[in-house]
Structure formats: structure tokens, C-alpha cells
């Protein structure tokens, strides 16, 4: 009897874990460029990540209960690393299917369910607009046809969330999966004296201040302290010159790299010429695309020290 209750609980978990890939973290064909999966979530078998997106830092909304006459009763900020990987199935498996190993894969890891409803007990369209959607293609929502799963872990102090949205568009089913690891933000912030410091020493200092969303070389009004900061460092020198180094990390074409570090790069010394009144003629301007990386593009994490603007000294 114990040998047949051991047997029927192992094909029970082969058949919960049978549409369900654990890749480790690889890319996978069809995937968008640069692209993985969650370490120790997978994916669904057959799907494509059809969008991504990680942040240091960065926050996201989640819905921890259902709304009620339209409204929302729980709804949190999460404020840390967050992480988004949109995916596309193959024609075939409904919403619920795709969602709950999902939800299954996330439980083994550890993780306590807050909500779990589907359309109409969700709370319909209203819903829907409250949560954080990477946009389209990326991502496909229906208003009328969706389920919503979020969890969350503690574990080793550290308190981290997943989301688990998916939907339809024509017969294919989208996934988002959205995991924020909670985290205080890091300084980043270099002053005046620390600047003056490496140029002196080094002859570059890269600053992570300057903010930029992702493909676009506006600067994000966030960057203000940062570019005060350089703009105190070249009043006080007024015989110093400097070149502004755009860098980018290995994602997309090298040609493409260049031109959008340039950009970058044109964008700070424009602003410092506008806003701070800094002479033209003490500002060179050049982008270097990822070039120039001080960390692994094959990382997350070195991707984003790669993404950064430099000072230096001619």
C-alpha cells in the first residue's frame, strides 16, 4: 500500500510540473534579445519572453485582495529590484492552465498566496488599470477575460513579492510575471569633491546619477543632483575641461550603442550649457557604446554598472 500511495504521488507531481520548464535563468529561442527567466520560477513550456525589463530600483503596484465597488482595498508600492518577463504561449492551454503552474512553481519556492481571482471576482476593467502592464506587444491584457495571482516571501530578512498576470489575445496566452525584491535604494550620489578626486587620480569618474529611461536620451528629472553636482565641480575649476562619456550595455546593435551614448552624452553637456550656464567650449561629448564595460553584459547586475555617464579629464 505504501509503495502505491509513493507511485501516485509522484505521477501526481509529474503531471503538475509536466507543462512547467525550470531553465535556470537561460534565454531561450524566440526570446527577446537579452532576455531570461526568473531564476528558479521557469516558464511554461513552449512560451516565448516577448518582453523584460530589471531595475535596480524602481517601484511596482500590486493588488493584494480584490476590488470592491470599483475601488481598491489593498493595494501596495513596492519600492526595490524589480524584475518584469512578459511571455507568449503557444495556441492551445487556457489562462488557468498556464496560471496555476505559475502559481504551483511559486508555492514549491516558498512563496504565500495574498489574492488569487479571476476576472469578474478581481473586480472587472477597473482592476485592470490599477496594476503595472509592460506595454504592447509586450504584453496583451483583455478586460474580460484574465486572471491575477500575487504572493509573497520572507525569507533570510529579505521580503520579496511576485505577480502573476495573464490574459488572452486572440488565441495566444500572455503571461507577466513581476518579482520585487524589497530593497532601500543605493547611493549612488557623487559629489563635487569625489569628481574633482577622480579626475585627479584616475582621469574618469562614473557617475550612475544621470537618468535616462530605457532607449531615450532625455534626461529624467531625477538627475538633478547629479548634474548640480558636476556644474559646482566645474565652477569652482574654471580651468578645468571635461569630456562627457556615454555608455550603454550590450543590449541591441553596436551601431546603435554608439549613437545612443552620443545621445546621452549630448544631452548632459546641453543641459549643463542651458541650465547651469557652463561653456560650451569646456565640454566634449562622446559615446562609446559598451565598449567600455567594468562589469559582465552576461549579468544583471553588470549590466547596469555598465549603463552609465563618465567625466574625463583630457
Known sequence: MRRFIVVLLTFALSVVFSFFEISGGLAQSGDVAGSRDYPGIGRF???VITGYQVKDFDAARLQAAPFQNGKATAERRI???????????????????????????????????????????????????????????????????YRYYADRKVEGGR????VVLTSKNNDDVYVQLVVGVVGA????????????????????IALYGIYFDTDKAMIKPESRPTLDEIAKLLRGQPQLNVFIVGHTDSQ??????????????????????????????????????????????ATDSGRALNRRVELVAP
Open 79 to 145: 519600492e526595490g529590484r524589480i524584475t518584469r518577463i512578459a511571455y507568449r504561449a503557444n495556441p492551445g492551454p487556457s489562462t488557468l492552465e498556464v496560471s496555476r503552474n505559475f502559481e504551483n512553481q511559486l508555492r514549491t519556492a516558498g512563496f504565500e498566496t495574498l489574492v488569487a481571482c479571476d476576472t469578474d471576482a478581481c473586480g472587472g476593467i477597473p482592476f485592470t488599470e490599477a496594476i503595472d502592464v509592460l506595454p504592447i506587444p509586450q504584453m496583451w491584457i483583455d478586460g474580460f477575460n
Open 252 to 297: 541591441g546593435t553596436l551601431d546603435y550603442n554608439m549613437d545612443l551614448s552620443r545621445r546621452r552624452a549630448s544631452a548632459v553637456a546641453a543641459e549643463l550649457a542651458k541650465s547651469y550656464q557652463i561653456a560650451n567650449s569646456r565640454l566634449g561629448i562622446a559615446g562609446v557604446g559598451f565598449l567600455a564595460p567594468i562589469g559582465s553584459n
Open 185 to 204: 535604494i543605493e547611493n549612488k550620489m557623487v559629489d563635487a569633491g569625489e569628481m574633482a578626486k577622480g579626475l585627479r587620480e584616475k582621469g574618469h
Open 159 to 162: 521580503e520579496t513579492y511576485a
Open 45 to 47: 513550456t513552449g512560451s
